[in-house]
């Protein structure tokens, strides 16, 4: 609707002003009657009793132009950005302000600073109570010369309550927010219903558009890491990194890069501060692995004090004979053969020919100080545990995982540039009771040996047990091929559990070497043994006080598994192979706490899951492993370590130990002020992993990151990562359901939310109605993914998710990077046929909404786990033919999960996308086409998160709403 009546002139500040709105004031949240009294275009009513009529120094007052709004978004003196509704006069912006503005629907603009979007549905209202009756809004009304639309007073959350402009013939109106608000003409009459108008979803801000403005901002430029307290790209921004002093984002992410200086700032401003760190992360082929650095029989330098290792902070002082600890500020002495001159700045003047005094990771060679009982540490071990019980060799598991470890392992992880694998590996199968193999060289056959004895597990053969692959190739090719055959009559379906771990962890000790299990395991292990579980799956305690059970262990006897498994750096990765319940929660709690995974292929079939399940095991025994770490993180003085989150075991509050550790898992750790900061030195920490490499070399990998710290809440509002915050926020949820009720625990995450939002508008946003959503810049995501973790398996399960299903999402999230939450929570959906089918580049990504669907189109959606192809009822026949080799929709097969391969433009660009996106996640993800309409869809529009759920989680526009009125509530 274009308005072409010229606004009224402006009198000087100072002097009274008319009120002069496009919109009703009460339509915009505010308090009735507190701001501006309901006007038109055509009359003005004089000042209103209340209504601020000069404005504080600084402020600017900006009418609206006519014609067409112009826009979407806009930030004001912090970085923020607004939405809500709101009368002119509420407009302030700040001498520092930038206005960043595109064109979108849905906006009617006020100023330049912030924005309105227009309403939102009857639906949203209901949590806020009845709307006014007619009499109220009369009353309002009375005495007010009215000759455009106007809305009753709002309810309690400003955001997406009703718009409404002047009267303009049978448009005049657009719309009332919930029923019972009245359109008026200049001649008072009953009340008429106006059509509801909702929140136009494009002016609420979107996950897709902030992702692609970061990936055009800053995926061209290196990220140079010498810059304090930098905020890094998006985890979803490809960009290469300089390491000049910091270290990567790849291996430390911060919620924050600015640090409160005082715990008071950081209370009130309820940020939490932690560092998602991935000490082995793997990097692109562009960016070099870290130096080795070999200081000889001396090994690294440290501080005296702190223990804290030779860094790019440390001060060289007295011509470089000591040095200044940058952690506790101890004065150390320099060795002899460590001295070097410094320049006329006070640097080293070989300070970039040494890693660690110019770059932000790096690792020593330790010395035999750092080995277990002084005595360097013998090659890892890896043992296969393979069940063959009856529902193992029915499937035809076992005979696929033998055939396939035949070729594996000759692909064992080896060190740099080595010709073989140092690994030495040992086979072990079992159902009530364990089988060891001797597979020596030397023999012309495997020989078994059983031990049925479970309750004293022993180890009955100690030579031959682990062997070289290249020496013993023959023999072990020989057993991989009679294990299928000697358990193919089995009719054993009970099976142990801890016994295999146990064994495999005596094994390694005999060996004195450190190392991993790889079990294979199908079913609850109920046969008499230590570790005996029952079946205890009882979905009524969903939504109960009890419901905290289903995510605790059984029995305290894997914890004191795991604590031996730790001692002796025996990591254990878990594939489960369940047809019903087999207790998730206890299984995992070995592989959670000795660093390892756990894999879980439900209902596994051999012709449907082959592929998913071999990609998993092929990468999972390649992949780079440090064997036997502890992992300490230091800090400057002020703040430190206070709470850690991930898959390890700690026997004190400091160290993190992990019999193994790999490139995808993190390590979480939140810090608190112990004293004041300061802004000038700002504050450092330090991650330091020893670890045992697979060649059995020890090592010290360390990465250092200096971060800035603020007296200013807006700088901490301005320097925050909503990747990492997430991040954090889940895996702090995601612990709080093994003690708490799952409804305390989103509670407290829906609180906390508020608490940082609400003491942004406090303290950091330009005055305003309290009308409006104000978000700070790089927060606007927080609702949206917030809403993403509150509706996720865990906290909220649909009625089909099993409690095996939850327990495992809950122990995988916990050491997930931060990329792998973000995908996870917010799934990508990419259109298929949309771009020109040249264009073999990813497809831009839409929001994942049901509206963003085209029955036209084809689309897959992917979150790291899932993979599906959603095909609209209405494509084109030519695509159907080019995808799927079939001439119409009715005959493609829904639940697919290969697509052909067909030798057309459009099926290999499809197939080499979902290669691509295979190969950026560390789990094979399975392809599951689903058509439009179908049964399946169902599970498909699970993942489409902007939208309500089935199981009562709250669309994206609900939430927001929800979350604006939990923030007027705090600040009232």
Not at 75 to 80: E, F, K, L, M
Not at 193 to 198: D, G
Not at 357 to 373: H, I, P, Q, R
Not at 389 to 404: D, K, P, W
Request: glycine residues 8%.
């Amino acid at each position: 609707m274009n308005v072409n009546q010229s606004a009224p002139p402006v009198p000087p500040f100072g002097q009274p002003q008319p009120v002069y709105l496009g919109h009703h004031q009460s339509s915009y949240g505010g308090q009735p009657g507190s701001t501006t009294a309901p006007t038109s275009y055509g009359a003005y009513n004089g000042p209103v009793p209340g209504y601020q009529q000069t404005p504080p120094p600084g402020v600017s007052r900006t009418l609206p132009s006519a014609g067409v709004p112009p826009a979407s978004t806009a930030q004001g003196p912090c970085g923020q950005t607004a939405y809500g509704q709101f009368g002119q006069g509420d407009v302030q912006n700040g001498p520092s302000s930038t206005v960043q503005m595109q064109r979108l629907p849905g906006y009617q603009p006020f100023g330049s600073a912030i924005l309105a979007p227009v309403v939102s549905q009857p639906a949203v209202l209901q949590p806020y109570g009845p709307p006014p009756t007619s009499a109220q809004v009369t009353a309002q009304m009375a005495g007010m010369q009215i000759s455009g639309a106007v809305a009753p007073a709002s309810p309690p959350s400003g955001l997406g309550y009703g718009s409404f402009g002047p009267t303009r013939g049978p448009q005049s109106n657009y719309g009332s927010p919930y029923p019972g608000a009245a359109a008026f003409g200049s001649q008072p009459g009953p009340p008429q219903p106006l059509p509801p108008k909702r929140l136009d979803p494009d002016a609420i801000p979107s996950p897709i558009q902030v992702i692609e403005d970061d990936r055009n901002n800053r995926g061209s430029e290196p990220f140079v890491t010498g810059v304090r307290g930098q905020v890094p790209p998006l985890v979803t921004t490809n960009f290469l990194v300089k390491d000049q002093g910091n270290a990567s984002p790849r291996y430390i992410r911060c919620t924050s890069y600015n640090i409160p200086c005082t715990s008071d700032m950081a209370k009130q401003a309820q940020v939490p501060l932690a560092a998602v760190i991935k000490p082995l992360a793997r990097l692109p082929p562009e960016e070099a692995s870290p130096y080795v650095v070999d200081h000889g029989e001396s090994g690294p330098l440290r501080c005296n004090r702190c223990k804290a290792y030779m860094c790019p902070f440390m001060q060289f002082v007295e011509g470089g004979r000591r040095f200044q600890c940058c952690f506790c500020s101890c004065i150390n002495d320099v060795p002899p053969q460590y001295f070097q001159h410094l320049d006329h700045t006070g640097k080293r003047v070989d300070a970039y020919d040494r890693p660690e005094l110019s770059l932000g990771s790096y690792e020593f060679l330790a010395t035999v100080d750092y080995c277990k009982n002084n005595k360097f540490p013998s090659p890892p071990a890896f043992i296969f545990m393979i069940d063959v019980s009856y529902n193992a060799i029915r499937s035809g598991l076992v005979r696929l995982l033998c055939e396939e470890l035949k070729s594996l392992l000759d692909f064992l992880p080896r060190e740099g540039g080595a010709e073989e694998s140092a690994i030495r590996v040992g086979f072990v199968t079992y159902n009530k009771v364990l089988h060891f193999y001797n597979v020596k060289s030397s023999l012309a056959q495997p020989q078994m040996m059983v031990v049925s004895d479970v309750g004293d597990m022993f180890v009955p053969l100690l030579d031959g047990f682990l062997v070289n692959v290249n020496e013993s190739q023959a023999v072990i090719t020989s057993l991989l091929d009679q294990i299928p055959e000697m358990f193919a009559d089995t009719r054993e379906t009970e099976t142990v559990f801890a016994p295999v771990i146990q064994a495999g962890m005596e094994a390694l000790k005999a060996a004195e070497c450190a190392g991993k299990l790889f079990l294979f395991h199908t079913s609850l292990p109920i046969a008499e043994a230590p570790g005996k579980l029952k079946n205890r799956d009882d979905r009524k305690l969903i939504n109960t006080d009890k419901e905290k059970t289903l995510f605790q262990p059984q029995t305290g006897a894997y914890q004191t598994l795991a604590k031996e498994c730790v001692a002796q750096g025996c990591c254990v990765d878990l594939f489960l192979f369940p047809n019903q319940y087999v207790d998730v929660a206890t299984l995992s709690v070995v592989p959670q706490l000795t660093g390892g995974s756990v894999y879980k292929y439900a209902c596994f079939q051999v012709e449907n899951d082959q592929e998913r399940f071999l990609s998993d095991l092929r990468r999972d025994v390649q992949k780079v492993v440090g064997f036997d770490a502890v992992m300490r993180v230091r800090t400057s003085t002020g703040i430190r370590a206070v709470d850690f989150f991930g898959a390890f075991y700690m026997n004190n509050t400091t160290d993190v130990e992990l019999a193994g550790l790999d490139g995808d898992k993190t390590v979480t750790v939140e810090f608190k002020h112990d004293d004041r900061l300061n802004e000038e030195n700002g504050a450092l920490l330090q991650c330091a992993l020893l670890y045992t490499s697979c060649a059995g070399q020890r090592r010290l990998r360390i990465h250092n990151l200096a971060l800035n710290c603020c007296t200013q809440l807006a700088d901490l509002y301005r320097n925050c990562e909503t990747d990492t915050l997430i991040n954090y926020m889940a895996k702090f949820a995601y612990r709080g359901v093994l003690n708490s009720p799952v409804k305390t625990v989103r509670d407290t995450l829906i609180t906390q939310c508020a608490q940082i939002l609400a003491c942004y508008r406090k303290n950091c946003a330009s005055p305003s109605s309290a009308g409006q959503l104000i978000l700070p810049e790089c927060m606007k995501l927080l609702p949206v993914y917030l809403n993403c973790v509150l509706k996720s398996d865990v906290l909220q399960p649909g009625a089909e998710v099993t409690t095996d299903d939850r327990a495992y999402v809950r122990q995988l999230v916990t050491s997930m990077d931060v990329a792998e939450t973000n995908v996870f929570f917010y799934p990508r959906l990419l259109p298929l046929t949309k771009s020109p089918i040249e264009n073999t580049t990813e497809p831009p990504a839409v929001r994942a909404s049901e509206e963003r669907l085209s029955n036209g189109d084809i689309y897959l959606l992917e979150n790291g786990l899932n993979l599906f192809l959603w095909v609209g009822a209405s494509v084109q026949q030519g695509v159907v033919q080019s995808l799927f080799g079939v001439s119409s929709f009715s005959q493609i097969t829904s639940g697919l999960s290969v697509l052909p391969v067909l030798d057309n433009l459009l099926s290999k660009k499809v197939q080499g996308l979902i290669d691509s996106l295979r190969a950026q996640r560390s789990r094979y993800m399975k392809l599951i086409v689903v058509k439009q309409e179908d049964k399946l869809e169902t599970v498909f529009k699970h993942f489409l998160v902007e939208d309500k759920s089935l199981s009562g989680g709250a669309s994206y526009v609900d939430f927001l709403c929800h979350m604006h009125k939990e923030i007027r509530q705090l600040l009232s």
